[in-house]
């Protein structure tokens, strides 16, 4: 099973809006466009937070457009930049949704919303909280797979790391406690970065729109990495193989 990660598409009312030199809209809509010539066989698109700059509906009609040619599910979570009611009105519908988690054979897809209102940093909600704990209870028979937007680790970006969740300790000590956690993945960074807490492998996938500097003491554009997006691919045994592809 195959599903991708899209993240960080930062799409306002205006088509024509560059951030940094860099069309937002026609940058996402060339991803998703190459996603959906080259990997026709993924079993889901997950777009994990920032889909807007602006939290206007006409910015996520705009994504509604450029995902049309997407044959397949596709789950929204939200970002600091994001309108959660915005996100519900597009999983009305009937390929888009914004539901908590899915399932599939025997994986558990488990995405937070880590928007905290008023404030760019991330933060866990204690009712999700619970309710992961309970499957992770109920399941143990399954593997679980965890989408965040914003990172759960520091990254060694002064700046970025600021913005961090606030109570990610929950969810290491979790991942620690569970060896049935194998994956772990966000956005936020406009980065990559990678580690590995206990079984699971924890990772970032870079915006489809402009890139940082990794470790850089403030916000730096790197103007050396493309947009991209990540592959990530689940085995019925429980192991995870994953890869970021860069638009040339």
Same mark, same amino acid.
């Given at each position: 099973?195959?599903i991708?990660?899209?993240?960080?598409?930062?799409?306002?009312?205006?088509?024509?809006?560059?951030?940094?030199?860099?069309?937002?809209?026609?940058?996402?809509?060339?991803?998703?466009?190459?996603?959906?010539?080259?990997?026709?066989?993924i079993?889901?698109?997950? #777009?994990?937070?920032?889909?807007? &700059?602006?939290?206007?509906? /006409?910015?996520?009609?705009? !994504?509604? *457009?450029?995902?049309? $040619?997407?044959?397949?599910?596709?789950?929204?979570?939200?970002?600091?930049h994001?309108?959660?009611?915005?996100?519900?009105?597009?999983?009305?519908?009937?390929?888009?949704?914004?539901e908590?988690?899915?399932?599939?054979?025997?994986?558990?897809?488990?995405?937070f919303?880590?928007?905290?209102?008023?404030?760019?940093?991330?933060?866990?909600?204690?009712?999700?909280?619970?309710?992961?704990?309970?499957?992770?209870?109920?399941?143990?028979?399954?593997?679980?797979?965890?989408?965040?937007?914003h990172?759960?680790?520091? #990254?060694?970006?002064?700046?970025? &790391?600021?913005?961090?969740? /606030?109570?990610?300790?929950? !969810?290491? *000590?979790?991942?620690? $406690?569970?060896?049935?956690?194998?994956?772990?993945?966000?956005?936020?960074?406009?980065?990559?970065?990678?580690?590995?807490?206990?079984?699971?492998?924890?990772?970032?996938?870079?915006?489809?729109?402009?890139q940082?500097?990794?470790?850089?003491?403030?916000?730096v554009?790197?103007?050396?990495?493309?947009?991209?997006?990540?592959?990530?691919?689940?085995?019925?045994?429980?192991?995870?193989?994953?890869?970021?592809?860069?638009?040339?």
């Amino acid at each position: 099973m195959k599903i991708i990660q899209i993240t960080d598409l930062h799409l306002r009312s205006d088509k024509n809006y560059n951030a940094f030199e860099i069309n937002t809209f026609q940058s996402a809509e060339m991803i998703i466009s190459h996603i959906s010539k080259q990997h026709r066989d993924i079993g889901a698109l997950v #777009i994990s937070g920032d889909i807007s &700059d602006d939290e206007t509906s /006409e910015s996520y009609s705009n !994504l509604m *457009e450029i995902t049309d $040619q997407i044959n397949t599910e596709i789950y929204l979570m939200p970002g600091n930049h994001d309108s959660i009611e915005e996100i519900e009105k597009c999983a009305s519908n009937n390929r888009v949704n914004s539901e908590l988690y899915f399932m599939r054979d025997n994986w558990v897809f488990f995405m937070f919303n880590t928007k905290k209102n008023n404030s760019p940093n991330g933060l866990l909600k204690q009712h999700e909280i619970d309710i992961f704990i309970n499957m992770l209870r109920e399941n143990s028979d399954k593997f679980f797979m965890i989408f965040l937007h914003h990172h759960p680790v520091k #990254i060694g970006s002064p700046t970025m &790391d600021k913005m961090i969740i /606030e109570n990610a300790n929950i !969810l290491l *000590e979790l991942i620690e $406690q569970y060896k049935s956690i194998r994956g772990v993945s966000w956005g936020h960074i406009h980065n990559v970065f990678e580690t590995q807490l206990n079984n699971a492998k924890l990772f970032s996938t870079p915006s489809t729109c402009y890139q940082s500097k990794p470790k850089s003491k403030s916000f730096v554009i790197d103007e050396k990495e493309k947009p991209g997006y990540r592959i990530i691919h689940f085995s019925s045994s429980g192991e995870l193989k994953t890869e970021v592809r860069r638009m040339c």
